[in-house]
């Protein structure tokens, strides 16, 4: 949640940090601001997009060489104006934001106010902040001093950037639970939720670990722990480019990202399947192959999206690879007291790798002896450092907040660790084994085909943009799929959806159906498919109006559905990444059609970093 971006140097700050902004817009879009030093501390700030601020304050002076900035999704307070960030201190010396929650501020509070202090937000952030000064003025200590005593009495997860009227080069820095990126240039300095704002000045960066605190000015980046310990940073050089992060000629990030699915989920696999060899070379599973071999049991822990490819992961592990697997949400286990066994081996899937709840999750479940091993898309995440192994997805940035493209990475990845575990323990026949990894290796030219059809699917959200409700239904494999399209519809389009397995349907949700239901059937040919014809059929019979995924040669369902959307043939495990693209597409141009901001639906975030 939210976005942070700062800088010092010799440019011109407050054009890097706007432009920062608006690259960080996905973690979070109800108000944002910008905290410039130049003579004097300037705070501009406003309720609503980046635009609007940029609109709000032509002709105010914003010359200086050292800044913040802030895009916020908001926790504690609604959005407004006086709840934007940057906050200011009592005694307007000081600015802070925060990406984050500090759980115990309601105390903190309490005491400042007895103090005498008041509050212009209503924010955890403004108590912090205050909390911070209080202590430097009552212990006359310096802000580093200030601000080391102050996190270590906060609970809670944050990435605060600090900056002071009277240092007017330094930005001082800390992060627990949340990510920082520190860009290092020649003679100047970039901060970021992520790498995205400083990709143009330098692929030189630092992520800086939970519990430590930056000191940065444009020539000298200090790094130390709470205990006043120097480290050295690590300065890690930036495998991205520019263009990976705009539109590039398409409309929306979302759609663009859709159809950058075949080089995405080629690239997943480039390096690690060799059908023709009949190799998959993934060193995270190798690293820990006993393990792998040993596993009594496999527990996948995720949320949202990534939930969901956990969902299809247990389906395919448990049937190449004969590990019992459980699918958790991380939100649920974190809270609840699981059975861990020693040896257990837990995936942590997660796009960002920053997922606040899977993160606390992976963390306790290593505190209790289990393996983590992580599946994520960013590169010196939180969750791919304290992992054990695992495997990075390359599916690039993802913008949208609505997850494709990392989706169907994660497919690919968590089938790749299946084939390679399958094959060590000998529970998969050699041709077996030989078909997956060539129909996997297929996959990317096969989106390709199926794309060039995406007008089908534009009909199609035409026709039914209207209905305030939707039903989406699969089995086996494709059941995760009908969960995966409802989740997409209900997040792009803002119409109800709900996903059932389809031998469900008549346990509750056929109460539903009526000539104005559309019901989403991913009917591709498996085991399973005689089946979902007759749950079609019963649809049918109670004139609901039924939208068939569809295997190319399928002749019996497209006589029963009201529309039908052709995907090349598959094995019904690789067939799941095939039959996700068309919902994708269904879901963005419902809500291209009601006229959603289908980049940045309401209420939502890219990256969840707090509970």
């Not at 010799?10 to 890097?16: G, V």
């Not at 300037?42 to 609007?52: L, P, T």
């Not at 960002?352 to 995440?381: M, R």
């Not at 997956?436 to 060039?452: G, R, S």
Request: glycine share 8%; proline share 4%; aromatic share 8%.
């Amino acid at each position: 949640m939210c976005g942070i971006v700062g800088y010092t140097g010799p440019r011109e700050a407050y054009p890097i940090i706007i432009k920062g902004l608006k690259r960080l817009e996905y973690r979070g879009y109800d108000s944002t601001g910008v905290a410039l030093l130049n003579s004097g501390l300037k705070v501009y700030k406003k309720k609503g997009r980046v635009a609007e601020l940029e609109d709000s304050i032509v002709g105010k002076d914003l010359h200086a060489h050292t800044g913040i900035g802030h895009t916020r999704w908001a926790t504690h307070g609604e959005p407004s104006d006086r709840n934007a960030h940057p906050h200011t201190s009592r005694s307007g010396k000081l600015a802070m934001i925060h990406n984050g929650i500090i759980e115990n501020y309601a105390q903190l509070k309490q005491d400042l106010t007895k103090k005498g202090y008041q509050f212009k937000s209503d924010t955890d952030t403004e108590v912090l902040l205050n909390f911070i000064e209080d202590i430097k003025e009552n212990n006359q200590c310096n802000l580093e001093e200030a601000v080391r005593i102050a996190l270590k009495r906060v609970t809670g997860a944050y990435v605060i950037l600090l900056i002071a009227n009277d240092d007017p080069d330094t930005i001082i820095a800390a992060r627990k639970g949340s990510p920082l990126v520190i860009g290092v240039g020649k003679g100047e300095h970039f901060l970021g939720s992520d790498a995205s704002p400083m990709l143009e000045y330098t692929k030189e960066v630092v992520y800086v670990n939970d519990y430590e605190l930056a000191i940065v000015r444009p020539d000298e980046l200090i790094l130390k722990n709470l205990g006043n310990e120097k480290i050295t940073p690590f300065v890690t050089k930036l495998d991205m480019e520019l263009a990976a992060i705009e539109k590039g000629g398409y409309d929306h990030f979302m759609l663009k990202e859709i159809f950058e699915q075949p080089s995405t989920i080629h690239d997943c696999l480039r390096g690690r399947l060799d059908a023709e060899a009949g190799l998959i070379t993934m060193s995270g599973i190798t690293n820990n192959l006993e393990h792998f071999k040993n596993a009594n049991r496999i527990i996948i822990i995720a949320c949202g999206t990534s939930w969901h490819a956990g969902l299809v992961a247990e389906y395919i592990i448990e049937e190449l690879c004969r590990i019992p697997v459980e699918v958790e949400y991380a939100s649920e286990f974190r809270y609840r007291n699981p059975i861990v066994n020693k040896g257990d081996i837990i995936f942590a899937i997660s796009q960002s790798g920053e997922t606040a709840d899977t993160l606390v999750a992976i963390e306790k479940a290593k505190e209790q002896g289990a393996i983590i091993f992580g599946i994520v898309n960013v590169v010196g995440s939180s969750i791919a450092r304290i992992s054990d192994g695992g495997a990075y997805t390359h599916a690039g940035p993802e913008i949208g907040v609505a997850s494709t493209k990392a989706f169907t990475a994660q497919l690919a990845v968590l089938t790749m660790v299946a084939l390679k575990i399958a094959k060590e323990k000998n529970t998969i026949s050699e041709a077996l084994y030989k078909e997956l990894l060539f129909e996997l290796a297929e996959v990317p030219e096969k989106v390709e085909v199926l794309l060039k059809s995406a007008d089908t699917i534009k009909a199609i959200a035409e026709k039914y943009k209207d209905s305030p409700n939707a039903l989406f239904l699969g089995r086996g494999y494709n059941f995760p799929i009908a969960l995966e399209g409802a989740l997409k519809l209900k997040e792009i389009s803002y119409i109800h959806a709900e996903g059932y397995p389809a031998a469900e349907m008549k346990h509750g949700p056929i109460a539903l159906v009526d000539e104005n239901l559309p019901v989403v059937f991913v009917a591709t040919k498996d085991s399973y498919h005689e089946k979902i014809v007759s749950n079609i059929q019963e649809i049918k019979a109670r004139k609901g109006k039924v939208i068939a995924i569809i295997t190319e040669g399928d002749e019996t369902t497209p006589t029963l559905a009201d529309d039908v959307y052709y995907v090349p043939s598959a094995h019904e495990i690789i067939a799941p990444m095939l039959a996700t693209i068309p919902l994708q597409l269904l879901s963005y141009y419902v809500g291209i059609a009601k006229g959603v901001d289908v980049d940045k639906p309401r209420n939502l975030a890219k990256s969840v970093t707090v509970e």
